[in-house]
């Protein structure tokens, strides 16, 4: 098991960028898939990016090109850098992990969560 914890939610205005961060315990984190998630009000909880080792990545065809996913592992840290945000970037983010290599994009792939940081963006 790994323990979760996002931070670098806020406010920004549309246009705008943000990076989260995602800090996880334990000695073998290193060995965890790392995935981010997002769920908006009144929607299902949906894929942003995955990071097994680094260049391992894979993205939502929605932020493809927008965010970038990345991990330190000296520092058990994952990151998400988000670029040109809209306001369908409004929505809770969750860091998201697993010790599978084969977790990809179904939330349910991924057995360790986050307590989820607020990212709101205005227009």
């Known amino acids: 098991q790994v323990q979760l914890v996002e931070s670098g939610g806020g406010l920004v205005q549309a246009g705008g960028s943000l990076r989260l961060s995602c800090a996880g315990s334990?000695?073998?984190?290193?060995?965890?898939?790392m995935g981010w998630f997002r769920q908006a009000p009144g929607k299902e909880r949906e894929f942003v990016a995955r990071?097994?080792?680094?260049?391992?990545?894979y993205y939502a065809d929605s932020v493809k090109g927008r965010v970038t996913i990345s991990r330190d592992n000296a520092k058990n840290t994952v990151y998400l850098e988000m670029n040109s945000l809209g306001p369908e970037g409004t929505a809770v983010y969750y860091c998201?992990?697993?010790?599978?290599?084969?977790?990809?994009?179904?939330?349910?792939?991924?057995?360790?969560w986050g307590q989820g940081t607020q990212v709101t963006v205005s227009s």
């Open positions: 998201a992990a697993d010790s599978s290599w084969t977790a990809g994009s179904s939330p349910g792939e991924y057995g360790n």
């Open positions: 990071i097994k080792w680094p260049g391992s990545t």
């Open positions: 334990g000695r073998i984190f290193s060995s965890y898939a």
